[in-house]
Nanobody, 128 residues
Framework: QLRLVESGGGLVQPGGSLRLSCAAS????????IGWFRQAPGKEREGIAC????????HYADSVRGRFTISKDDAKSTVYLQMNGLRSEDTATYYC?????????????????????WGQGTQVTVSF
């Protein structure tokens, strides 16, 4: 299993941007599906962006599509989540996740949370 450590969270005003990073160790991301999830207090965990590989489009939740972008740099073993146009409802703890690439679609990975490795989370607060 990979070890994942998120960073980049913080306080940002509505309309602002943040880029979250997720550093992976213990293996190469080349053969892993990756994802970003979030959980707000009192709410269920939500899969917001998942990627199978570079040859297929990522899946985005409706709540973030068009505003957030998932990417990875295999050479740096790092996964990113670029978040633009942030809203108060984006306030949550954000987690990255990874699992050995299988036949699941990117949507399956997000909807079903099919990941074995999880980070500890980073807090994002959107407020004035």
């Amino acid at each position: 299993q990979l070890r994942l450590v998120e960073s980049g969270g913080g306080l940002v005003q509505p309309g602002g941007s943040l880029r979250l990073s997720c550093a992976a160790s213990g293996g190469s991301l080349d053969f892993y599906a990756i994802g970003w999830f979030r959980q707000a207090p009192g709410k269920e965990r939500e899969g917001i962006a998942c990627m199978r590989d570079m040859s297929t489009p990522p899946h985005y939740a409706d709540s973030v599509r068009g505003r957030f972008t998932i990417s990875k740099d295999d050479a740096k073993s790092t996964v990113y989540l670029q978040m633009n146009g942030l809203r108060s409802e984006d306030t949550a703890t954000y987690y990255c996740a990874a699992d050995t690439l299988s036949w699941y679609s990117a949507r399956d990975y997000c909807i079903k949370g099919l990941f074995a490795s999880w980070g500890q989370g980073t807090q994002v607060t959107v407020s004035f």
